[in-house]
């Protein structure tokens, strides 16, 4: 399957009707932008229920039929090496939460079957037969473990041909293997050849994505260019979606239920809607979603809510995300909302944040093993009779490292006492905004600058305060450090989901640390329990982390506790019980007739 297929699809949206002005309606709600993770509180002083924890969720009342389809943009890592096409699908130790939540639906004993569509990725050619290196060209700057890989571009721009034979047999590899996947060929028309495929300039498919709705969900603003080369990755951006709902509708057969995941495939909502009415859609988002103020921004604003609304169920990561979703429709569609539903050409769809599931089972396999005990010595004795405060970010502005390092330096100003016995321990991972320009560059330019100067104040021979790792850990001392560290420090200024506060929960079993983490960050409406900060305080982190360090067993216990019950309300068994509860509830057509909405009326 193509870009450019010969399939029936919608036809391209015309210029007129993505680029009118917005029209306001005099009810719409004033949204605030600090994420209300107050709406979200529950009662966790219940029970902990350790069986729950690795249980299948895929009993319903009113079971659904069929199976799911699931459209990711990438898993799969392709590699052509000596004139044959291989794959892997496996990612980085920090398990994505989302590739955990697709594995979970390819379990053997889920009751509903699972095909996984996807992009094959940016393949990249490899002369010599030795195993892959570890850290394989990403299709994504932001890999599918949810964190940043170091991308190769040594292959990005070469032309790649693929034969007709490689294909189908990859195919049915793939097709084959535990994930099901079938693959989504990406290429332009010149790429078609009579005995096979040419792919060029592969990473234009994503460049709409990354290079305007990333940085714009996360509250980061692009310079506005001449318009041509905005056009140029709009195309790309659309013709791709195009390809995926060519790809899901040859794959549906009645009854399935349609997964799709990101903003990456934002238009494939509605593409499929027009063409499978009755289909239960959800869309999925695994970022923020920014107030209207910042979506009337987009050039394309329009076609890129009207392709979500396709979905009959959006799931976003936090409450306030819908309402931002639910704002900008209001603004921008003139649709007719109400607190958990949107109404736009008489049709429904539903709005819910569920977190995204992370796999507990899996994570207290990869940090409590005889390896990452003896790393954990090893840590141990590198940092004796000192505290240990983790951070874990990627090297860009989004993470808020710099406002780590200011709240950490003000801490040690405050308390002159714990300058020889803390450490703060940050591990870093390649900057997502990889077209951030000289922003991002002057960002990472003035970490290492306030790394130098708080080493340089209050440090010694003896004692270095600042540990800053330029490289991603190793597994085992990524684990270690979660297993023996005093306190997690998460200060990031917009996040969908923090994968590193999750794992930090899970793994402090034994030493019940204390997690600081960022209002900002989508987890904070999830994680009621943790110690939630506003990053620009830097005097309130800083006192935080005081108190953290100084906070008597029986209060870190009773606060890790707490913590730890609300983690396992995002593992993934329960993720795709409230997803697949949420399309269950769906009422049919006939039903809508007879009930009509208290929108519509």
């Given at each position: 399957m193509t870009a450019s297929t010969t399939t029936m699809r919608p036809s391209l949206p015309q210029k007129r009707e993505s680029e009118q002005l917005a029209r306001w309606r005099s009810d719409a709600r004033d949204i605030p932008v600090t994420p209300a993770f107050g709406h979200e509180r529950k009662n966790f002083d219940a029970g902990f229920d350790s069986d729950a924890v690795g249980k299948d969720y895929f009993g319903f009342q009113k079971p659904l039929s069929g199976n799911v389809i699931s459209a990711t943009f990438t898993i799969p890592h392709i590699l052509y090496r000596k004139g044959k096409l291989e794959w892997e699908t496996g990612h980085r130790f920090w398990r994505s939460m989302h590739v955990d939540c697709l594995s979970h639906l390819s379990l053997n004993e889920a009751s509903l079957n699972h095909t996984l569509v996807a992009w094959t990725g940016e393949i990249s050619q490899c002369e010599d037969t030795s195993t892959p290196p570890v850290t394989a060209p990403s299709s994504t700057s932001i890999a599918p473990d949810g964190h940043a890989k170091e991308n190769d571009q040594s292959n990005i721009d070469k032309v790649v041909l693929i034969s007709a034979e490689e294909q189908k047999g990859l195919e049915t590899e793939l097709y084959e293997s535990r994930e099901r996947i079938i693959p989504v060929w990406l290429y332009s028309d010149s790429g078609d050849q009579q005995d096979g495929i040419e792919l060029r300039n592969q990473s234009k498919w994503r460049?709409?994505?990354?290079?305007?709705?990333?940085?714009?969900?996360?509250?980061?603003?692009?310079?506005?260019?001449?318009?041509?080369?905005?056009?140029?990755?709009?195309n790309d951006y659309h013709k791709a979606n195009a390809a995926f709902a060519d790809r899901i509708c040859e794959t549906y057969k009645s009854g399935d239920v349609i997964l799709v995941h990101d903003y990456y495939l934002m238009l494939v909502p509605r593409m499929v809607r027009q063409r499978l009415p009755d289909a239960r859609i959800a869309?999925?988002?695994?970022?923020?979603?920014?107030?209207?103020?910042?979506?009337?921004?987009?050039?394309?604003?329009?076609?890129?809510?009207?392709?979500?609304?396709?979905?009959?169920?959006?799931?976003?990561?936090?409450?306030?995300?819908?309402?931002?979703?639910?704002?900008?429709?209001?603004?921008?569609?003139?649709?007719?909302?109400?607190?958990?539903?949107?109404?736009?050409?008489?049709?429904?769809?539903?709005?819910?944040?569920?977190?995204?599931?992370?796999?507990?089972?899996?994570?207290?396999q990869r940090a409590f093993n005889p390896a990452v005990d003896k790393a954990c010595r090893r840590v141990q004795d590198?940092?004796?009779?000192?505290?240990?405060?983790?951070?874990?970010?990627?090297?860009?502005?989004?993470?808020?490292?710099?406002?780590?390092?200011?709240?950490?330096?003000?801490?040690?100003?405050?308390?002159?006492?714990?300058?020889?016995?803390?450490?703060?321990?940050?591990?870093?991972?390649?900057?997502?905004l990889e077209a951030g320009g000289h922003e991002e560059a002057e960002f990472a330019s003035r970490v290492n600058t306030l790394v130098g100067s708080i080493n340089s104040r209050h440090g010694s021979l003896s004692h270095t305060p600042v540990q800053l790792s330029p490289l991603p850990p190793q597994q085992d001392e990524y684990f270690a450090l979660l297993r023996q560290s005093d306190v997690a420090l998460?200060?990031?200024?917009?996040?969908?989901?923090?994968?590193?506060?999750?794992?930090?929960?899970?793994?402090?079993?034994?030493?019940?640390?204390?997690?600081?983490?960022?209002?900002?960050?989508?987890?904070?409406?999830?994680?009621?329990?943790?110690?939630?900060?506003?990053?620009?305080?830097?005097?309130?982190?800083?006192?935080?982390?005081?108190?953290?360090?100084?906070?008597?067993?029986?209060?870190?216990?009773?606060?890790?506790?707490?913590?730890?019950?609300?983690?396992?309300?995002m593992g993934v068994e329960r993720w795709a019980r409230k997803l697949f509860g949420a399309l269950d509830h769906i009422p049919g057509k006939e039903e809508v007739k007879k009930k009509p909405s208290p929108i519509a009326e």
């Open positions: 460049e709409y994505a990354e290079h305007d709705l990333y940085p714009l969900f996360h509250y980061k603003q692009r310079e506005p260019t001449g318009g041509g080369d905005e056009r140029l990755r709009w869309f999925i988002f695994q970022t923020p979603f920014p107030t209207s103020e910042f979506v009337r921004c987009l050039h394309r604003r329009q076609d890129l809510l009207e392709g979500v609304l396709g979905a009959d169920v959006a799931v976003f990561q936090a409450h306030i995300y819908a309402e931002h979703f639910a704002n900008s429709c209001a603004r921008i569609l003139q649709t007719q909302n109400r607190s958990d539903q949107i109404l736009h050409g008489g049709k429904r769809t539903q709005l819910t944040h569920i977190p995204t599931g992370i796999n507990i089972q899996n994570v207290l590198t940092f004796a009779g000192k505290k240990i405060i983790l951070g874990h970010d990627p090297m860009n502005s989004l993470s808020g490292l710099d406002k780590k390092l200011r709240a950490y330096e003000r801490f040690l100003q405050d308390h002159p006492e714990w300058r020889e016995k803390a450490v703060l321990v940050q591990m870093t991972s390649p900057a997502m998460i200060t990031s200024v917009r996040e969908g989901i923090s994968t590193t506060a999750l794992e930090y929960a899970i793994c402090q079993r034994d030493r019940r640390g204390t997690l600081i983490l960022s209002e900002f960050s989508g987890t904070a409406g999830a994680l009621s329990r943790a110690v939630v900060i506003n990053p620009w305080d830097v005097s309130a982190v800083a006192e935080e982390i005081y108190r953290a360090l100084t906070a008597g067993e029986d209060e870190k216990a009773a606060r890790h506790a707490a913590l730890l019950r609300q983690v396992q309300d």
